[in-house]
């Protein structure tokens, strides 16, 4: 069940705060189960073998899920949790899944990050719209649903250990450069498949432009402020130049933005650090959490995907060649003509848009959770940075 994004229109985030706040208090007394199709799930294990059957046997004549239980889970911007399922004969026979991976929003906090953000909306509009289109390394989602009143919301995808042994990356992960090939084959994947499309236009139904994507964000979460912060926290590992040019970053960031308006747009994956990889049981790269998708130009993927994933120095060693990949690929997917030296030039200013998504996560709004350990937040900037000051970003 996928419904349409939040309406522009939000009158507030103290508005939404206290609407979200009237609905948990409700919930807190009522304590609603999820057994209709229509229904969102207030928590995960608020759920129904009912519910379950609903939303995944639809397809299989005769199948109902008959028991399920909850594997391990962890915490960030949403919940999640394994669900293991058993299905009657016909369940069985038709193949369903036996487990899967569920996302859910059943806290104040998760819900006004995801929900008032537009981001349950988006890794929905994802799963339903998009990835039926694309035949790259991803998670399937069988199932996404959603309030535009509570912010109850739920997302139950494809657990990546069961069907793919999947192991996902961390800052201590190295990539080698196979693994790098794979990074720019499947962002090149997801752009030529999108790029230049007429639906751009209309933002799929739900997806906004990277540049407004980041300046709503920037509206009620105080970006700047928050990067300016994370530039004295980070300070010991940010390059001398760099540091010295701080001021010049965000100006930097804002001019930035002009290429997305002047350049052939994509579907923007927008979050491609290495937590959001994986390497299956066959050692080929995935890329999963869909929930910050935008519109805009394949360069701010590419900068943030190869400054994040690499080491500094694997990275200057592979960049030029991986951005001539990936530009190849572009060139057979798509047809167009791609000219290394104007890309390269798009590439480096797009590092200022990698280096925003981790200093406002270093030192971050209290409207956000703790989203990463601070040695990551510090690794992250200190690439990123670094990659800034090797290309001269800052330059023209």
């Known amino acids: 069940m996928v419904q349409a994004p939040p309406a522009a229109g939000e009158p507030s985030l103290l508005g939404a705060l206290a609407r979200v706040g009237a609905h948990l208090a409700w919930e807190a007394v009522t304590r609603p189960v999820a057994r209709r199709l229509e229904d969102v799930p207030r928590r995960i294990e608020a759920i129904t073998a009912e519910w379950l059957t609903a939303v995944l046997c639809g397809g299989a004549p005769g199948a109902e899920v008959t028991a399920f239980a909850f594997g391990p889970g962890s915490s960030g911007t949403s919940v999640r949790r394994q669900i293991r399922l058993t299905y009657n004969a016909a369940g069985a026979a ?42 790259l390394e991803a998670p399937t989602g069988y199932h996404s649903a959603y309030s535009l009143t509570s912010y109850r919301s739920i997302h139950l995808l494809e657990d990546l250990v069961a069907t793919r042994q999947a192991i996902f990356c961390s800052p201590r992960s190295h990539i080698n450069r196979d693994q790098a090939n794979d990074i720019v ?22 997806l906004k432009t990277y540049p407004r994507w980041f300046r709503d964000a920037d509206r009620w979460a105080n970006l700047r402020r928050h990067h300016e ?49 994986y390497i299956t049981g066959a050692g080929r790269m995935g890329l999963c959490d869909w929930q910050c998708v935008n519109t805009g ?9 190869i400054s994040a994933t690499l080491t500094v120095e694997d990275r200057r060693a592979w960049e ?38 981790w200093t406002p996560t270093l030192c971050h709004s209290p409207l956000f959770p703790d989203m ?25």
């Open 229 to 277: 912060r994370a530039m004295s926290e980070a300070a010991a590992v940010i390059p001398a130049d760099v540091l010295a040019r701080r001021n010049e970053i965000w100006p930097a960031l804002m001019r930035s933005f002009e290429a997305h308006g002047t350049e052939p747009a994509t579907v923007l994956h927008s979050d491609v650090h290495l937590g959001n990889w």
């Open 372 to 396: 990463q350990p601070m040695e990551v937040c510090l690794e992250m900037i200190k690439r990123m940075t670094t990659a800034i000051s090797d290309l001269g970003s800052l330059d023209p």
């Open 185 to 206: 084959d499947i962002l090149a994947a997801l752009h030529a498949r999108f790029y230049d499309d007429r639906r751009i236009g209309t933002g799929f139904g739900g």
């Open 94 to 135: 038709a193949g369903l899944p036996a487990t899967l991976f569920a996302k859910s929003t059943p806290t104040a906090l998760t819900r006004l990050v995801n929900g008032f953000s537009g981001t349950t909306a988006v890794e929905a509009l994802f799963y339903a719209r998009l990835r039926p289109e694309l035949t």
């Open 297 to 305: 130009l394949w360069a701010r993927d590419v900068a943030y995907a």
């Open 320 to 357: 030029s060649e991986l951005l001539e990949r990936y530009l190849e690929k572009m060139r057979a997917g798509t047809g167009r003509h791609f000219e290394f030296e104007r890309s390269w030039t798009l590439y480096r200013q797009q590092m200022f848009a990698a280096l925003l998504m």
